[in-house]
């Protein structure tokens, strides 16, 4: 894809199995990639190292604290010379009947998938603000990882799915605010990844392994691999007028089932 060679690239959750699959896209398209991930530091650098010894690396971060994230940033500008695309795709989930709910649990959520995204996606914009503005190219595109749950209910999803419907709203106002100074914003929504928790979830828990095969209309989950070239088209010259909207990657979950 065009547009994507030589450009910067920051993705949190980036040691993550979704992380990884879309660092391999962007590498393969001859980008520079920083993974920032709370993950400790050898299993970081490991991944970074097997992905591109050279134009990948690892950065220590924790989303739901502005300082870890200033930090990261600092070294990830260094690591890659300009930032052109943020990647906000660091998440947690917690699935529990509503009137169990922790306030613990909740925090810990909404803290990572819609506070850190917040964070992430505000450091990023005020760096990509300081890219020159050449013509109508774009200064910057900062995507979030959202959830096909950001649209629709999912059982004991609470504080899950509040936190990705809140994260496609915060995406909405950065695209309206942002557009004038040439930067977009927008959302890759998977469906139901055979990657992450819901890989655990479903290989110990033959209910949701059930309900899960029963509600996505192509019978089976996606890869990480399926979901990864949403987030480069996205971010390639193809992408470059598309900004404030979702692109759905779920299988057709969505759509009502009612046989
Ligand atoms: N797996 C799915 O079915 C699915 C479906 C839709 C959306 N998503 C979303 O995709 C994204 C990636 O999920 P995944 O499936 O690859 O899971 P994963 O657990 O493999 O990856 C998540 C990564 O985020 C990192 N992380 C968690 N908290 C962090 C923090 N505070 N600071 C920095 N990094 C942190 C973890 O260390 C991990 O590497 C998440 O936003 C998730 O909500 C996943």
């Known amino acids: 894809m065009q547009g994507i060679a030589n450009t910067g690239v920051f993705i949190t959750g980036g040691c993550g199995d979704i992380g990884q699959a879309v660092a391999k896209r962007f590498l393969a398209a001859g980008a520079r990639v920083v993974l920032a991930d709370m993950r400790p530091a050898a299993q970081g650098r490991a991944a970074a190292k097997a992905l591109d010894p050279q134009r990948a690396a690892y950065v220590r971060c924790d989303v739901t604290r502005a300082a870890s994230l200033d930090r990261a940033f600092a070294a ?37 998938n819609l506070t850190g995204s917040f964070l992430t996606a505000q450091r990023a914009a005020r760096l990509m603000l300081k ?43 950065i695209a309206q605010e942002l557009a004038p100074h ?46 990864a070239g949403s987030f480069l088209f996205l971010a390639s010259d193809d992408g470059a007028y598309i900004t404030g909207t979702t692109l759905l990657v779920d299988g057709g979950a969505t759509l009502v089932r009612r046989e």
């Open 182 to 227: 040439g930067i977009t914003a927008a959302i890759v929504a998977p469906g139901m990844v055979y990657a992450g928790l819901t890989k655990k979830i479903y290989d110990r828990d033959r209910h949701f392994a059930k309900l899960v095969d029963k509600v996505v209309p192509l019978l089976r989950m996606s890869t990480a691999e399926e979901v």
């Open 131 to 173: 890219n020159p503005r050449r013509g109508t190219a774009r200064r910057g595109t900062i995507l979030f990882t959202g959830s096909w749950v950001q649209h629709m209910p999912w059982p004991q999803g609470s504080s899950y799915c509040a936190s990705k419907g809140g994260q496609q709203m915060l995406a909405k106002i």
């Open 76 to 112: 990830a500008l260094k690591f890659l010379g300009r930032l052109d695309t943020a990647i906000c795709n660091a998440g947690t989930v917690t699935n529990q009947p509503f009137v169990d709910v922790t306030e613990e649990a909740w925090h810990r959520v909404l803290g990572v």
